[in-house]
């Protein structure tokens, strides 16, 4: 009978609570990318959800689910795909509701993923003193793994390194520097060890 009581009180409180709308900013979550395929487009990391629901809930006090819109990506071919952020893929704590998104609509381009092996460039900084020349450089390993969007991959033409300051070598010197690539989606694959 306690029980019941405690439930009743509950059920009012919460029906009573006054229902507001609030605009949530949250991250795009994505799932089940094929592993052959990369996002080639610049992504889209958030989106504004106007949201209705009780007070409590649109606080986080209730469920503490919190608002997230989660992209299932299985389906996707190279090409350009558009989705639509509506309430099938959206996430909400119970009694609230997604009024609207925005943006409405997110376009990503997905390209095939391709690897290949580029040169590595070494970037001189400054002159070597007293008329000093290079005579020889070499570095190690000469060449690196690239992976990425075909495309992109596709223009990558060397990984340079950072600069190799020369102003103050004389004689035979080694020095260890990272190397780069100009694209942000394309990355260093490194080995498994």
Same mark, same amino acid.
Request: aromatic share 6%; proline share 6%; glycine share 6%.
């Given at each position: 009978?306690?029980?019941?009581?405690?439930?009743?009180?509950?059920?009012?409180?919460?029906?009573?609570?006054?229902?507001?709308?609030?605009?949530?900013? $949250?991250?795009?979550?994505?799932?089940?990318?094929?592993? +052959?395929?990369?996002?080639?487009?610049?992504?889209?990391?958030?989106?504004?959800?106007?949201?209705?629901?009780?007070?409590?809930?649109?606080?986080?006090?209730?469920?503490? #689910?919190?608002?997230?819109?989660?992209? +299932?990506?299985? +389906?996707?071919?190279?090409?350009?795909?558009?989705?639509?952020?509506?309430?099938?893929?959206?996430?909400?704590?119970?009694?609230?509701?997604?009024?609207?998104? #925005?943006?409405?609509?997110?376009?990503?381009?997905?390209?095939?993923?391709?690897?290949?092996?580029?040169?590595?460039? $070494?970037?001189?900084?400054?002159?070597? =003193?007293?008329?000093?020349? $290079?005579?020889?450089?070499?570095?190690? =390993?000469?060449?690196?793994? #690239?992976?990425? =969007?075909?495309?992109?991959?596709?223009?990558?033409?060397?990984?340079?390194?950072?600069?190799?300051?020369?102003?103050?070598?004389?004689?035979?010197?080694?020095?260890?520097?990272?190397?780069?690539?100009?694209?942000?989606? $394309?990355?260093?694959?490194?080995?498994?060890?």
């Amino acid at each position: 009978m306690l029980s019941l009581a405690i439930a009743v009180v509950l059920w009012a409180l919460v029906a009573s609570e006054p229902e507001l709308s609030e605009f949530a900013t $949250v991250r795009l979550e994505y799932r089940n990318l094929p592993d +052959d395929l990369e996002i080639s487009s610049d992504p889209v990391s958030s989106v504004s959800l106007e949201l209705r629901g009780p007070s409590g809930e649109l606080r986080g006090v209730g469920d503490g #689910i919190r608002p997230a819109v989660i992209l +299932d990506m299985s +389906d996707v071919q190279p090409g350009e795909r558009t989705f639509t952020i509506a309430q099938g893929n959206v996430q909400l704590a119970r009694g609230v509701r997604l009024v609207r998104s #925005i943006p409405s609509e997110v376009r990503f381009l997905f390209e095939r993923r391709m690897i290949r092996f580029v040169p590595v460039v $070494v970037r001189i900084a400054g002159q070597a =003193p007293n008329g000093y020349t $290079v005579v020889h450089q070499s570095v190690a =390993p000469d060449r690196l793994e #690239i992976a990425g =969007p075909s495309s992109r991959v596709a223009r990558i033409t060397a990984a340079v390194t950072d600069p190799v300051d020369l102003s103050s070598v004389v004689g035979r010197s080694e020095f260890r520097v990272n190397a780069f690539v100009e694209d942000s989606f $394309v990355r260093f694959k490194l080995r498994s060890r």
